[in-house]
């Protein structure tokens, strides 16, 4: 059912309130259970994924967007200038919806049965989060662990920035950190650290053996892997670089080297995804 919203200050709206404040929303959200979704592919893409919506919060003039949604959660319609009052922003997309979050699963359920899976640690930067996300849904990483320091990868940022991607590729948090790695080892992983270190092993130079079973640590922008986390891991792996240039922004580096220790499967995979995709 369509809900005609007015008044900015309606509490059924409370959900949505200031999502522009970072430190806000970081408090409330994952506390609460919830999280934004912003934009209709998106938020077809948390339903189609199985997460259960809480309302949805719509530009007025998009109604007939939406008219084929399931009637299990309010719809909120609202002129452009109440909805910017609520959130704090221009809804360019005008969609919006609030979701219930689902209890993590283990880091030993998201690795079983993986073959290769992206570490992350201490990676806080939302759209960085967002973007490693979408480049392991496209390039073959099974599942993402994160450090207990990581950014929410369900924040509203990181979902938009993901294209959703972040409800298609299973992850969990590693604890406790960096011993956890060990739990990789024991699973039959080999951990590469990736690293600017001129000495690292350059990823094309992997063993058959050091790519049959892959956990790729990344690090954070800037600072990179930890002396903890880079003693934890098998092998430092790097991507040669030209030009003198010393790194890549960790989402791109990620992409780089996803795509790498992919490059020889076998399977072949379609170049579009299938319609029904979630």
Known sequence: MVFEITDPGDERLGDYHALTDLELRTKWEPPNGLFIAEGELVLRRALRAGYRPRSYLIDAKRTDQIADLPDDAPIYAATPAVL???TGFHVHRGVLASFHRRPLPSAADVVEGARRVAVLEDVNNHTNIGAVFRGAAALGIDAVLLSPTCADPL????????MGEVFAVPYATLEPWPQGLQQLRDAGFTVLALTPDPDA?????????QRERTALLLGAEGPGLSKN???????????PMR????????AAAAAVAFWELGRDDSEIYPSNHPAGHP
């Open 243 to 250: 030009r003198n240039v010393d790194s890549l922004n960790v």
């Open 155 to 162: 924040y509203r940022r990181s979902v938009r920035v993901s």
């Open 229 to 239: 986390a880079l003693a934890a891991s098998d092998v430092p792996v790097k991507i």
């Open 84 to 86: 910017e009052k609520v």
């Open 201 to 209: 092993v350059a990823l094309q130079r992997l063993t058959t053996e």
